[in-house]
């Protein structure tokens, strides 16, 4: 029997699945986090300086509604949503480090399932979330955060947090794959945040704003899920001194936009990973 | 200016599809926007050798490997690897090759060891033959000592050796070898060529691409050159070098009063040939390298012919493309998707 026999008949038996595929990539990635301990610290510092600046320096003169201690109540699940749309917006830029450096080739040239490549990075992007978040949600409670509205609300809110935040990867997914350059992710990969995060209910009230921006603002899907997350997270009595939109409708667009972003990047993602063939 | 060389034998375009020759391609094209990349390729490679691919930067080599490991779809043509269709079944296909492109494709923060373990798991290996294969290999590429250090920490022929490690978990019977050697300094060049070698006596089959006429010559048992995405020739290193015409003995002199005996002495040392003359340059094909050496400064010394420059040139790509497309290798235009792996235009 030949070499090239031989070794058709050995491999014949061997068949992968994409949830295994993507978990062999989940834990490289997570191996990446942990050793790699800067991407980790870049990402915490801006949103603690964030809630530094909010709570202590422009929190003063930004009326919510409710006493001026609340405001950190107000402010927290803003930080944390932000904190986290920028997590996904990260996940580019390991996505195109992998392109860039040929590994990505290597992985598609390989038996394995090629959307496992990307299901294995928004994974290991929601663990790598996960793990922010309780950073960020003990930075929240040493500046006075405190959650009102109970364990399972809690429990809720962080849940449909860190769904979007799988959404959200999916865009920085394709966003790695369609730059292809480290330097291109790092700045076409965040720039698209800001105005995404700060018009919003994130860190003030949309009808403090010009009417012409309220509806832009109001329909956000930041704050849509930042209404959400806040009365999951909060008291329904401070959840009413904030004028925070009852729970139903926010709940139901923060769905809507959920299953939206899915059902849009996704699919994207694919047809690029393909393009990469042409 | 193309010139047909006489087939050899050893590679001949009329395989038919089986598992005889373990490589094929069949009139593959394809185009990025303007450029042709390949334009009608035909190559085979019979099991258990090595076909280098020969060819300037652009030639379209990076491309024909980029479709073999399904890399990368032909807008024409087909292309089979170990006896199945890589269009038709890439996965299939895929478990059956490995490749080692340009760029080290290895992740910067596992371990070496880790590394291939990974990869051994990306093939299906269970995760206890994973581990097996992985010390053997670490055994076999000399990283044992490294095996437990970040990849990241690897000197480049390290990483280059585990990059071709890597390939290697599946035992896969066919491997694509894409300008291995690229970069790397002479000794971890040595040390590739051995890796190569010893492979080959395992019965693996090798499609190796490279710039250098040298490592073809050491290592393939036949060579196909391309230019501008088609094969312009091949044959054996032998046949090659036939037709580029061997070692040239090439004087340069100082005063144009000493050419009427220069090129005298010149070819009564050459092969038979006319030498020719261009300005103070004179050059002819010689059949025994470093014996005429003394010969030609003896006679040169006793007709007080003043020597600028005098050596033995051996064949080089250039020459090669020289004569068989009236262009140098130098001179070809990079298409900018070649040799380029993730971009597209």
Avoid at chain 1, 178 to 204: C, D, H, M, N, R
Avoid at chain 1, 232 to 244: A, I, K, M, T
Avoid at chain 2, 115 to 124: D, E, S, V
Avoid at chain 2, 290 to 310: N, T, Y
Wanted: some cysteine.
């Amino acid at each position: 029997m030949t070499t090239v026999q031989a070794a058709v008949r050995e491999h014949a038996g061997r068949r992968g699945t994409i949830f295994g595929d993507a978990w062999v990539m989940t834990i490289r990635l997570i191996k990446q986090i942990v050793r790699v301990p800067d991407l980790l610290v870049f990402s915490i510092v801006q949103p603690v300086l964030f809630v530094l600046l909010f709570r202590y320096v422009f929190g003063g003169s930004i009326d919510v509604g409710g006493s001026q201690a609340d405001y950190v109540d107000y402010l927290m699940p803003g930080i944390f949503v932000q904190t986290l749309l920028f997590n996904g917006a990260a996940t580019g830029i390991g996505m195109a480090d992998d392109v860039q450096k040929g590994l990505f080739d290597r992985f598609r040239s390989l038996p394995m399932s090629r959307a496992a490549i990307l299901l294995g990075r928004a994974i290991s992007d929601l663990i790598r979330a996960t793990l922010i978040f309780l950073i960020m949600l003990g930075v929240g409670i040493l500046t006075g955060f405190r959650f009102s509205g109970g364990f399972w609300g809690a429990i809720a809110g962080t849940l449909v947090m860190l769904a979007f935040t799988f959404a959200f990867s999916w865009i920085g997914i394709l966003i790695g794959l369609t730059v292809k350059t480290v330097e291109a992710a790092q700045s076409g990969g965040f720039i698209w945040l800001f105005p995404l995060t700060f018009a919003s209910s994130a860190f003030v009230r949309t009808d403090s704003m010009p009417s012409w921006l309220q509806g832009f603002a109001n329909i956000n899907p930041v704050t849509v899920l930042v209404n959400s997350v806040r009365r999951f997270y909060l008291s329904d009595s401070l959840c009413e001194q904030f004028g925070v939109p009852a729970l139903g409708g926010q709940l139901l667009q923060a769905t809507a936009w959920f299953f939206g972003i899915l059902l849009v990047f996704v699919p994207l993602c694919i047809r690029s990973l393909r393009r990469m063939s042409r | 200016m193309r010139r047909e060389i006489p087939a050899t034998g050893v590679v001949t375009r009329r395989y038919r599809l089986t598992m005889d020759v373990a490589v094929q391609t069949e009139g593959l094209r394809k185009s990025f926007g303007s450029t042709k990349a390949l334009d009608g390729l035909d190559l085979a490679v019979p099991e258990g050798t090595i076909l280098g691919l020969l060819g300037p930067n652009g030639a379209g080599k990076t491309t024909a490997v980029r479709i073999l490991t399904t890399l990368l779809i032909p807008d024409a043509g087909r292309a089979v690897v170990a006896g199945v269709d890589v269009l038709a079944q890439p996965t299939k296909a895929r478990r059956l090759m490995g490749l080692t492109g340009q760029f080290a494709a290895v992740d910067d923060y596992l371990t070496g060891r880790e590394n291939l373990i990974m990869f051994g798991r990306l093939y299906h290996l269970s995760r206890a033959e994973a581990k097996r294969r992985a010390d053997e290999l670490l055994e076999r590429f000399d990283l044992t000592d490294a095996a437990g250090r970040l990849a990241k920490t690897y000197s480049g022929g390290m990483r280059r050796r585990l990059d071709i490690a890597s390939s290697l978990v599946a035992r896969p019977p066919v491997l694509f070898l894409d300008e291995p050697t690229t970069g790397l300094d002479p000794r971890s060049r040595l040390g590739m060529w051995q890796v190569i070698e010893d492979l080959v006596r395992d019965g693996t089959t090798m499609l190796l691409t490279t710039q250098y006429l040298e490592e073809a010559d050491q290592l393939a048992h036949s060579i196909a050159v391309i230019d501008a995405g088609r094969v312009i020739a091949e044959g054996t290193s032998n046949d090659l070098k036939a037709q580029v015409g061997g070692t040239r003995l090439v004087l340069v002199i100082e005063s144009t009063q000493d050419v009427a005996r220069a090129v005298e002495i010149m070819r009564k040392v050459g092969d038979g040939t006319e030498p020719t003359l261009e300005g103070l340059t004179v050059c002819v094909p010689v059949t025994e390298g470093a014996g005429v050496f003394a010969e030609v400064v003896r006679d040169l010394d006793a007709a007080s012919v003043r020597i600028a420059d005098l050596g033995l040139r051996r064949p080089t790509l250039d020459d090669v493309f020289l004569r068989l497309t009236g262009h140098s290798a130098e001179s070809v235009d990079e298409p900018p998707t070649d040799n380029d792996g993730a971009a597209k235009p």
